[in-house]
């Protein structure tokens, strides 16, 4: 088994910035996209960005140009630079990890979620 912790967060005033990390307890442990996900308070959980191992990334429309995501594969970390904050990145922060063993068999690995606030 394997498990992310993130780390980071916290509070901030609009167009400041964040950064969050995740690290996997174990670097053998493969993660084909990892990404972070966030929940604001009575929405759903969305998909902020996601990167590949071989580097390549995917935004939502809403943090384009703003937030920066960033992996080391070695290391089996991921990180989220949050730049230009707005009140509407608040929530709740999920690290995630996907693994696929085989066709049709795959498994999403979740941190146990850390809190962003931002203020105006």
């Known amino acids: 088994q394997v498990q992310l912790v993130e780390s980071g967060g916290g509070l901030a005033q609009a167009g400041r910035s964040l950064t969050l990390s995740c690290a996997a307890s174990?670097?053998?442990?493969?993660?084909?996209?990892m990404g972070w996900y966030r929940q604001a308070p009575g929405k759903q959980r969305e998909l902020v960005a996601s990167?590949?191992?071989?580097?390549?990334?995917n935004y939502a429309e809403s943090v384009k140009g703003r937030f920066t995501i960033s992996r080391d594969n070695a290391k089996n970390t991921v990180g989220l630079q949050m730049n230009n904050l707005k009140p509407e990145d608040t929530g709740v922060y999920y690290c995630?990890?996907?693994?696929?063993?085989?066709?049709?068999?795959?498994?999403?690995?979740w941190g146990q979620g850390i809190q962003v606030t931002v203020s105006s």
């Open positions: 995630n990890g996907h693994v696929s063993y085989g066709p049709g068999l795959t498994e999403d690995y």
């Open positions: 174990r670097r053998d442990f493969s993660f084909n996209p």
């Open positions: 990167i590949t191992t071989a580097g390549s990334t």
